[in-house]
């Protein structure tokens, strides 16, 4: 019993520590995979090797941390990122010294409770070479300095910013609702680049009317036919990712461009109001299917066949009957703020029953809303002006973080053996 115990407890611990990877690298990046591998490299990037054995305890070491990046395309793709990022640092005459790294082992070890020497221990009780947690620290510390040295000065959060970013935290007894407009576009592998160009066209985009025909030319979501545009919504609807960078903006402007899975998205806001009474923090029931390649027969019959049969997330069950049990994902009473962005905005807009189609890395997932419930709890305090001011500029700094890191990934010689 003690050892189960030992075991769930540093299975928690790790899982806290994909937050200090997503702060790592300004953002985002589930099969178990054994941890040999031949050493010559399979894949090079502008001459950098990349071996069997780093991209098989790449996917081991985020297996651990239950985080994305765990399956093999997954983990050649982060390893091919990591390159170019500590290169690009290199060219800027950036490096860390081993008293730095030692600091940044330290501090992401710190987010599990453990000392550097004990959550090495524990990686590599589960087959983990320790120079993959150190080199995946040292891409991450290299590549925030760097973006914050290239595009920090082009970052301006005003006091205006702030104001309406604080908003909802600012008004008594009143809740706010939101008018946006939205497009999403797809970015699977080998157009991140091409996505990129169209996500920030839409950007700066100059007022409603231009958004809305860039919209309907490259977004992929149902609201595509009409320029964007979204139906009114409690702000409190909407992915809290989203919330600060929406609420940032002035009516008539967009945000930069925001990366989801698979995709590239940019939202407009056209105005906000009083929406009444607030809502609370909200949990969710909901349920993903995966329908299959984007376009295809399969996808279309089953999209067909859930729009004719299933008003109730369990009568997803009977049309999935047959189909590999990954095919279909319950999610019960999930905090709002564990559910991905992208079907997150999804869910923003449903009823009970309701459902969306999602073109997710090449794939369509339907996503049909099981329940919403808000959650009492205790009151919340504010953030400070310098804690919102911090947050608008890491969204911003992200925006172009990922506009940059697309950008190098297109101009890179990438040879897979």
């Known amino acids: 019993m003690n050892g189960y115990r030992h075991a769930m407890t540093m299975m928690t611990r790790l899982l806290t520590l994909l937050t200090l990877a997503i702060m790592l690298a300004f953002g985002a990046q589930p099969g178990m995979a054994q941890s040999g591998g031949s050493f010559a490299p399979v894949v090079t990037v502008n001459g950098l090797g990349i071996t069997d054995y780093e991209i098989n305890q790449r996917m081991r070491f985020m297996q651990l941390l239950n985080a994305a990046g765990t399956t093999r395309e997954e983990a050649e793709e982060a390893l091919i990122q990591d390159r170019l990022r500590v290169s690009s640092s290199h060219q800027l005459g950036m490096k860390l010294d081993e008293a730095a790294l030692q600091k940044g082992m330290a501090e992401f070890a710190g987010r599990a409770n453990l000392s550097t020497e004990k959550f090495v ?18 891409a991450g510390m290299l590549w925030r300095e760097q973006v914050r040295a290239r595009f920090g000065p082009k970052v301006n959060i ?5 104001d309406r970013a604080m908003m909802p935290e600012s008004q008594t007894g009143k809740g706010v609702k939101v008018l946006i407009s939205e497009a999403i576009i797809p970015a699977p592998p080998g157009n991140e680049r091409n996505a990129m160009g169209q996500a920030r066209q839409l950007s700066a985009a100059k007022g409603e009317a231009a958004f809305a025909a860039l919209a309907r030319k490259y977004s992929a979501t149902q609201s595509r036919a009409r320029g964007g545009r979204l139906d009114w919504m409690p702000i409190t609807n909407l992915p809290p990712q989203l919330r600060t960078a929406i609420l940032a903006l002035k009516p008539g402007t967009a945000t930069g461009p925001i990366t989801l899975k698979g995709a590239v998205a940019v939202f407009m806001l056209r105005a906000i109001g009083d929406g009444g009474a607030p809502s609370g923090p909200q949990t969710l029931s909901y349920m993903t299917f995966n329908l299959g390649a984007t376009g295809s027969a399969q996808a279309a019959s089953l999209s067909a066949k859930v729009a004719a049969d299933a008003r109730r997330c369990n009568e997803l069950y009977t049309i999935a009957k047959g189909l590999p049990a990954s095919a279909l994902i319950a999610h019960d009473s999930v905090a709002q703020a564990q559910v991905p962005t992208d079907i997150g905005l999804s869910l923003a807009q449903m009823d009970v029953g309701e459902t969306r189609v999602l073109s997710r890395g090449g794939s369509d997932t339907l996503v049909m809303l099981c329940d919403r419930q808000s959650v009492p709890g205790k009151d919340e305090v504010a953030p400070t002006r310098d804690q919102v001011r911090a947050q608008l500029e890491n969204n911003a700094l992200a925006a172009y973080a990922d506009g940059f890191l697309a950008d190098l990934e297109a101009d890179a010689v990438i040879v897979r053996k």
């Not at 221990?121 to 040292?138: H, S």
């Not at 005003?158 to 702030?162: C, F, T």
């Open 158 to 162: 005003n006091s205006a910013a702030i």
């Open 121 to 138: 221990e524990e990686l590599q009780k589960n087959g983990v070479d320790p120079a993959i947690f150190k080199e995946f620290v040292r």
